[in-house]
């Protein structure tokens, strides 16, 4: 909560006001990307180091454009993706608008689901697959084969976000990332149980502001611009 001290004819009294980050922290929009383009059984994703690399599907376009407009209105500092094509297609609209160069990350990619990899792992949670259940029941991704453990994914989560904030005290960026890592980011911050964030819509923004060892969620699954709200700020794209 914040609060100001005002003084009026010697009788000090004290307001409540817009939360303002503190000196020196920085803001992290983390964006999802974009909706991907279907799995199809027997015709798997190609691989970048060892994860699915989908491009986006056509309704995935439409809701970058509508991000990206979102946050055309905002004054960046930078803006980061990650080493998978969805995120670089979802900034697009974007770094063209503000003629700026996206800055790759490869440790924003998603969470590394093993033997689950190439779109398997939508089929198998949509089947509602026994391993599955498990994965959701554990909060644990390490439950498919071979995938990221837990405590190497939230070391990754918490030492790019670290990166970041220290790249930029008292900036604003944004990173164009997915799911796993946001509901991650998120959990982190707010030390809760490690799956309760997932779920971020595609295109979707979640508000990190880091100061140090403080992490705080300012918001979490924004889609007005998706729904039509779009903010009174928001710049269009030519």
């Keep these: 909560m914040t609060?100001?001290?005002?003084?009026?004819?010697?009788?000090?009294?004290?307001?409540q006001s817009r939360f303002a980050p503190p000196p020196g922290a920085t803001e992290i929009l983390l964006v999802r990307h974009g909706a991907s383009q279907a799995f199809r059984p027997g015709e798997p994703f190609p691989l970048v180091d060892g994860q699915g690399d989908p491009g986006l599907a056509?309704?995935?376009?439409?809701?970058?454009?509508?991000?990206?407009?979102?946050?055309?209105?905002e004054k960046l500092d930078a803006v980061y993706v990650s080493s998978l094509r969805r995120t670089a297609e979802t900034a697009e609209p974007l770094v063209r608008e503000l003629g700026v160069e996206p800055r790759v990350v490869p440790d924003l990619r998603e969470v590394h689901?093993?033997?689950?990899?190439?779109?398997?792992?939508?089929?198998?949670?949509?089947?509602?697959?026994?391993?599955?259940?498990?994965?959701f029941a554990e909060e644990r991704w390490d439950v498919i084969p071979g995938a990221e453990s837990a405590e190497a994914f939230a070391g990754r989560v918490r030492r790019v976000i670290g990166r970041l904030a220290a790249a930029h005290p008292g900036g604003r960026l944004a990173a164009f990332t997915h799911g796993a890592f946001i509901a991650q980011a998120l959990a982190l911050a707010a030390e809760s149980r490690p799956f309760a964030f997932l779920g971020a819509d595609n295109a979707?923004?979640?508000?990190?502001v880091v100061t140090g060892e403080r992490w705080?969620?300012?918001?979490?699954?924004?889609?007005?611009?998706?729904?039509?709200a779009l903010d009174a700020s928001a710049a269009a794209l030519t």
């Design 3 to 15: 609060f100001d001290q005002e003084s009026r004819d010697g009788e000090r009294t004290y307001r």
């Design 58 to 73: 056509p309704e995935g376009r439409e809701q970058a454009r509508r991000v990206c407009r979102r946050l055309a209105g």
């Design 113 to 135: 689901l093993g033997e689950w990899e190439g779109g398997l792992f939508r089929m198998k949670v949509a089947e509602n697959d026994p391993v599955a259940q498990r994965l």
């Design 204 to 208: 979707s923004i979640s508000h990190l």
């Design 216 to 228: 705080m969620v300012r918001r979490y699954n924004d889609t007005a611009h998706l729904d039509g």
